[in-house]
């Protein structure tokens, strides 16, 4: 039988979709073949026209997961700048939702565990998403730094607080880290280059 064209890519997009949005919920680990292709609305045996292993999925979506983040970074900083960049990210709302959120902050324990060729892609990814957030702040001798230790704070705050969500210290760990961030991201007069 012949389907139309664009079919299978539509297919293999909709399972990345799935994929990353069940990873970030459920873990990698946790988050099995069959659960992904079921929720994609496809049967086990249309996976491998698309995808060689579960690793192969893994890294795939988890691309496709940082580069949409990219993008949302890219637009919020252009828009509202860091400060409300920051605002966002540390948000109840993004804290309750982890499947359609960070994919660092749902997935670096098991991104650690992925073979080299998973791990290196998202070092290229993270190096991408730091340059966005040093490019926004202003301008020190190290921006890029200043830049990974925000990205770190953030994505360190918002694991804390969906460790412990539901409860008061889950609200008070957003706002300290709201806090930390807006802090590292002031210059000090002896850091701004000229």
């Known amino acids: 039988m012949r389907y139309e064209k664009g079919r299978k890519d539509a297919s293999r997009s909709r399972i990345m979709e799935v994929a990353a949005e069940r990873f970030r919920c459920d873990g990698i680990a946790a988050s099995g073949l069959a659960t992904i292709m079921s929720d994609a609305g496809l049967t086990n045996g249309a996976f491998y026209p698309h995808f060689q292993s579960k690793a192969e999925l893994v890294r795939e979506s988890m691309a496709a997961a940082l580069e949409t983040q990219s993008h949302q970074l890219q637009e919020a900083l252009a828009s509202d700048g860091p400060e ?5 990210y540390l948000s109840a709302e993004h804290r309750d939702n982890p499947g359609k959120g960070c994919a660092s902050a749902a997935l670096l324990p098991e991104i650690a565990r992925q073979p080299s060729e998973t791990r290196n892609l998202y070092a290229e990814r993270l190096q991408t998403l730091v340059r966005q957030i040093a490019e926004a702040l202003p301008k020190t001798e190290d921006s ?3 830049a990974l230790g925000v990205f770190s ?8 607080a969906r460790a412990v969500e ?5 609200d008070r760990i ?3 880290g709201k806090s930390a961030a807006r802090t590292l991201i002031q210059p000090r007069p002896d850091e701004v280059a000229s």
């Open 166 to 170: 539901g409860t008061e210290l889950s």
């Open 174 to 176: 957003l706002s300290a």
């Open 144 to 146: 890029e730094a200043v």
């Open 84 to 88: 409300m960049a920051i605002e966002a």
């Open 153 to 160: 704070t953030l994505i360190g705050a918002l694991q804390l």
